[in-house]
């Protein structure tokens, strides 16, 4: 069965509080790109000042920052609740299909991020398991989008209960990491690797408290509802044509929380992951390991 474009339901009035936060996130989403390609100016500036390695393992990850901060852009413009088949604006690229092939790419870029930066200091301090660990990060968060594709093709909220937890599981693994630099390590290079293990407990406390409840408490309305799940044949045929402009408070207030912090904390994150190599903690790595 293919849904026809005609079955989009559209609102024309956007109330107040949906259009100053839709406002916002673009107005962050300028903010991000500037940071973006200020940061590449930096990078360039710093070659002449670090080691040749450091300077390619700078820019890998910047360009995996700018494929995030790009999708990121995207899907705050053209907010969307995938399982639910429901946009703000009316517009082809809101197609689901579109968001979440968008969401998948720059999701993969952000735990690669993470994944090289590792492999490098795992590398130059000679610890196996947290080389170990980078290897599989990426993995793990392969499993966790294939999990998210279940649930928007589906519209069952389970896999997404799954997605979020092995994302969740990903930061414990990445904390453990930081946990052992840490406590191998003495002087400058303590006060990066704190301040990482800092943020994973962040993100771990938001996703503990915010984002997987969010998503336990959907399933279990799916349950309680008897929702059935669509096919997967069907559920890729309504993805790609089909979704529901909704402009109202109630509906996306929900959704405010994470998206909002999504699209300012973690893009911020994904930026600032590219200067580490530049900073005198780093370079304290490497001379230590030299």
């Known amino acids: 069965?293919?849904?026809?474009?005609?079955?989009?339901?559209?609102?024309d009035d956007m109330e107040k509080e949906v259009l100053i936060w839709w406002g916002i996130l673009s107005l962050i989403t300028l903010v991000n790109v500037f940071a973006w390609f200020y940061s590449v100016i930096l990078v360039r500036r710093r070659k002449p000042h670090i080691s040749i390695e450091d300077y390619i393992l700078s820019r890998r990850i910047l360009i995996l920052a700018g494929i995030y901060v790009f999708g990121c852009g995207i899907r705050a413009v053209l907010p969307r609740i995938d399982a639910g088949r429901i946009s703000l604006?009316?517009?082809?690229?809101?197609?689901?299909?579109?968001?979440?092939?968008?969401?998948?790419?720059?999701e993969l870029c952000f735990i690669a991020q993470w994944a090289l930066l590792l492999h490098a200091i795992g590398k130059y301090k000679d610890e196996g398991f947290v080389r170990h660990i980078a290897y599989w990060i990426v993995p793990i968060i392969v499993v966790a989008e294939v999990f998210s594709w279940t649930s928007v093709v589906t519209t069952v909220n389970f896999g997404h209960v799954i997605e979020e937890s092995l994302w969740a599981f990903t930061a414990c693994l990445i904390f453990v990491c930081f946990a052992i630099l840490h406590s191998s390590s003495d002087g400058v290079s303590k006060r990066l690797y704190a301040l990482l293990m800092s943020g994973t407990v962040v993100y771990l406390l938001f996703m503990l408290t915010v984002d997987i409840p969010m998503y336990f408490e959907r399933w279990q309305e799916d349950l309680a509802l008897n929702r059935n799940a669509l096919t997967v044949v069907d559920g890729f045929r309504d993805l790609s044509y089909r979704w529901i402009v909704v402009k109202d408070w109630k509906t996306w207030q929900v959704e405010v929380p994470w998206m909002t912090l999504y699209f300012t904390i973690a893009v911020w994150t994904s930026i600032a992951l590219s200067h580490i190599p530049a900073t005198k903690e780093f370079r304290r790595i490497r001379i230590d390991s030299d």
């Open 1 to 11: 069965m293919v849904v026809s474009l005609s079955h989009i339901k559209k609102d």
């Open 89 to 106: 604006i009316d517009h082809w690229l809101s197609s689901i299909v579109v968001g979440r092939s968008v969401a998948t790419i720059a």
